[in-house]
């Protein structure tokens, strides 16, 4: 088992929900990303406004540096959604990183985003965010899952295929 887990995808597609599950079911340490982000990022999104590559880096940096620290497992909670960085995070990680995809329809990731209550990311950078996602590719070490399903489906598929990776 590789012991270091980026769950990855856009706003509202369970991240945080899957990560924190993950590490209670794998007795890991749950970190989320966007507590990892500087006050810039967060006034930058709250008031609508996507963030831009060079918004991203540090943020990325700081995400790779604080998964690859610590005993493993260790998962964190990240949208993750251009190869260019995955590739930073794992670089940064310097230790072998699986992520997890979680992947849905608009209408799902809209409808959840909407009932989310005091989260700083509103509804309309949804767009955004699909926009920037790049899909996982087949050479990247990589689960992809549905969320169309229940929380708890969703965190034991997600333990359960990280538990196969070689």
């Known amino acids: 088992m590789i012991g270091y887990y980026v769950v990855m995808g856009v706003s509202g597609c369970g991240k945080s929900t899957v990560a924190e599950g993950m590490a209670r079911k794998m007795r890991g340490t749950y970190i989320d990303g966007d507590d990892l982000h500087p006050q810039s990022n967060i006034d930058k999104m709250s008031a609508g406004e996507p ?8 943020w990325l940096d700081k995400v790779g540096e604080t998964l690859g620290q610590g005993t493993p497992p260790r998962i964190i909670a990240c949208s993750a959604l251009k190869r260019a960085y995955r590739d930073r995070i794992i670089a940064r990680a310097g230790v072998p ?16 985003m ?9 509804t309309k950078l ?10 996982p590719g087949a050479d990247e070490p990589v689960v ?3 969320i169309d399903q229940p929380p708890e489906d969703l965190i034991a598929q997600a333990v359960a295929a990280v538990g196969r990776m070689p």
């Open 126 to 135: 949804l767009d955004s965010q699909l926009e920037t996602l790049e899909m």
């Open 144 to 146: 992809t899952l549905d």
């Open 51 to 58: 963030l831009t590559d060079e918004d991203r880096w540090p």
């Open 97 to 112: 990183v699986v992520f997890v995809h979680l992947h849905g329809s608009y209408e799902v990731l809209k409808d959840r």
């Open 114 to 122: 909407a009932k989310r209550d005091g989260h700083f990311m509103p």
